[in-house]
């Protein structure tokens, strides 16, 4: 087991080594990166500061090394547009992101297990048939493009909830929240609903078939057998059964629905870090850029991670295969 | 071109592949509109009323009319954008931009990957693992993540946006072959072939590989329509196509600002376009792989 | 209900399929009794119809299934008159059903307490602590060491002949007058098997309890059952008291199955086996079913024969008894 975690610790480092690598490819070779990392407003004795404090004299792979150990420290550079370390802004954002993106992982739940299973129970209907191809339409049609239709309909037709924004927040522990007062909530609705939609088709396809597997199972003919009522049967023995798959997965999705999020929020204005990185990439605030791409890459290194320790304690036949 | 001999009756696996494809209507309904889109971006400078880039033909004075208002000059069907373009022929031209990144991705992905799979799977070993740790490093990260990263690496263009959308998709097509190659591979005209001492390269490419196209077909259906959509989506966020070579996601972008006002129709029409375009294609798909596929065949 | 009828009478049950390939009758005019406290083998090969047979008693046959005649008297209630509230009321109350494999019948993700007490509040209105109290003392009447622990387990952390007791415990939960019991020891060690046996044989008698164990097995119904029904493609072919029937078969069907099944007296001898194959219920040859596979078959077998009534009060469905009966 040590040495299974010790392979995949190696192995997390050296992605980690080559995204910080490509990052910083991007950022340092293309490009000046005096005129990229430093704020053209900034005077001459502040210019030459920066090109020292960074190191932009020194020879590629020297820039390199102190570009990471910077790095290492906490230390991803100041943001030109608004002056203050990168990731304290990240920071500051996050929350927005992190709230979007739980919304939107409850709602997968809360939409998906019912429909899901209703499809499943009541596959040859037309209702059952009507969930599975909109589940298809989910997966298949653009993230922003669903979440410009709610725009058009829910906010400019009908007028009944905020297209963008954040609207009112209350503080929790320092981090403002908006989902307490009705209009944060409201605002809150639709981007986390657009951003659920394709965690909702997932559920669906999930919980369709792990409740058709369950329905043909024995202990499912034996409950009805112990004379239990449809809904006991439904509400209990199958649900219980297809819920462990469907929060494995969407364990597995929290990271990427943070991503995705990165389209949602540049729809409906919604103030967290992916609309940060847009408005970055766009204003050439580099430093902004580089904080939130090592941020999330890592993020995504450690989920991997975790999820690959996990599973290798619950199934030991993937640690025999990894040690081979 | 030689005249074919075959009698008109005979049922060659081509015929049949025809026949059961065209079982589902929706997917014949589904290729007719893709086929009809093809023809459109192709031929947009002929057959759209305006050339929306060349400047000489645009009258400022146009911008933001409803669909069907008339111009000093011709009908707008589907409105005009701000700069007073004609949506409709914006529409067709934007089409050709997406669905050509779409295609030249999806090609250069699919030989990249194709051969790496195929590779992977013929010499087995250390180059197999090798190149399936890659495949499935990138696909644990989210396609937009990937896609993100590259691009604001490389900086902006059509071949930045090509590069990305290769890079995103090749991983999915090794591990397609690979799977088939490998199957394929245990049979025995491999092993004859192996035998004659015929070379690995053309083992590989006259042998293998055709036993494996039908898989790679379906999944290249189907990543057409991912690549397309994910372009329109970086484009969207500002940061795919350059606004010279707009593409449709570019389109709905620009019409964006203008929703909230009310002026609907320049994001909601090309949004339409590319609604139809990716549903056609996904009709299409599914449909190849219920024919394609050997296990569903009775 | 009247205390004078049976407990269970099928009278000409018939059930059959619909399926795409055509309708299949997979069980055809069967009938039998089962006295208060009796217990009643149900034999037969696997796809004879017996385990469809357990199902349609309990309404628990699925689509596209169906029970298309004949009549299933409980206690003198006809249940295929009863709406699906009404067939929910009485399963697991007065009819329990226990299935052929123990890893399969329990719910992998819910404690067994849980099961347990669910079959209780399902058709008594009671506290879920008294129904704990009756949950452990039935785990204890099948012989489950510490009931209390394992009343907090899962279902993986049972052995498969421990987990065949606990869905006997669920069985005799709500004290049902009559318990189907499908192959409930086929996937279970000899050993095991014995134990459970001897123990059900025990409880029912207690408790006077009637039983319809279904088996291939004809050496379990030999020491278990009071009276044997044969069942051969969907019909009954013969059908008397258990001693009856396995000392002088018959049904030339019976015969084959009891030459079959080795034994001590017959050390050295070769086994006798049935030739052929059991044919498919989708076609069935014309006539009596297992006229292809029978040593005696005659050209009068082409029509099929009627169950006929022996002396013994058995009945048996062969022309050859048929017509030994006639010339008596």
Known sequence: MLAFTIRRLSQSVIVLFVMSVIVFAGVFAIGNPVDILINPEADIAEQEETIRRLGLDKPMWAQYGVFMSNALQGDLGNSFVHNIPALEIIATRLPATLELAFLAVGFAIILGVPLGMYAGLKDDTFIGKAIMTGSILGFSLPTFWVGLIFIMLFSVSLGWLPASGRGETVDIFGVPVSFLTWDGFSHLFLPALNLALFKISLVIRLARSGTKEVLLQDYIKFARAKGLSNTRIVGVHVLKNILIPVITVLGLELGNVIAFAVVTETVFAWPGIGKLLIDSISNLDRPVVVAYLLMTVTMFILINFVVDILYSILDPRVRLEGSK | ?298 | MSSSSPTLQVENLQTQFFTKAGVVTAVDDVSFTVNRGEVLGLVGESGSGKTVTGFSILGLVDHPGKVTGGKILFNGEDLTTYSENQYRAIRGSRISMVFQDPMMTLNPVLRVDTQMVEAIRAHEKISKADALVRARDALGQVGIPSPDERLKSYPHQFSGGMRQRVAFAIALLNKPDLIIADEPTTALDVTIQAQILFETQKLCRETGTSLVWITHDLTVVAGLADNICVMYAGKVVETGKIDDVLDDPKHPYTEGLIGSVPSRNKRGQPLTQIPGMTPSLLNLPKGCPFQKRCQYAAPQCEVSPKITKCEDGRLVRCHRVEEAMAHA
């Not at chain 2, 013929?122 to 499935?136: E, L, P, Q, S, V």
């Not at chain 2, 999915?172 to 049979?187: C, D, P």
């Open chain 2, 1 to 298: 071109m030689t005249v074919t001999t075959t009698p008109p009756k005979a049922i060659t696996p081509f015929r049949r592949f025809v026949e059961d494809f065209a079982e589902k209507r929706l997917a014949v309904a589904g290729l007719f509109v893709f086929v009809a889109l093809v023809l459109a971006a192709i031929f947009a400078p002929w057959i759209t009323p305006q050339n929306p880039y060349d400047l000489t033909q645009i009258d400022f004075m146009d911008g933001r009319l409803a669909p069907g208002s008339s111009g000093a000059t011709m009908t707008f069907w589907l409105g005009t954008d701000d700069q007073g373009r004609d949506l409709l022929s914006g529409i067709f031209y934007g089409l050709r931009t997406s669905l050509s990144v779409g295609a030249i991705s999806t090609v250069i992905a699919l030989v990249i990957g194709g051969s790496l799979g195929l590779i992977g799977a013929y010499f087995g070993g250390k180059i197999d693992t090798i190149i399936m740790r890659i495949a499935d490093l990138q696909l644990s990260f989210p396609a937009i993540l990937i896609a993100l990263i590259l691009v604001s690496a490389l900086g902006q263009g059509i071949d930045k946006i090509i590069i990305a959308l290769v890079a995103v998709q090749w991983a999915y097509y090794a591990r397609t072959i690979r799977s088939t190659a490998l199957v394929e591979r245990r049979k025995e005209y491999i092993e004859a072939a192996t035998c004659l001492a015929i070379s690995h390269r053309r083992i590989v490419f006259k042998h293998l590989m055709p036993n494996c196209t039908p898989p790679l077909i379906v999944v290249g259906t189907v990543q057409v329509a991912h690549a397309i959509s994910l372009e329109a989506t970086l484009s969207f966020l500002g940061i795919g196509v350059p606004i010279t070579e707009p593409s449709l996601g570019l389109l709905i972008k620009n019409g964006f600002d203008y929703m909230l006002s009310g002026d609907y129709w320049v994001s909601f029409y090309p949004g339409l376009a590319l609604l139809i375009t990716i549903v056609s294609i996904n009709l299409v798909g599914d449909q190849l792989r219920d024919v394609l596929n050997p296990r569903l065949q009775k």
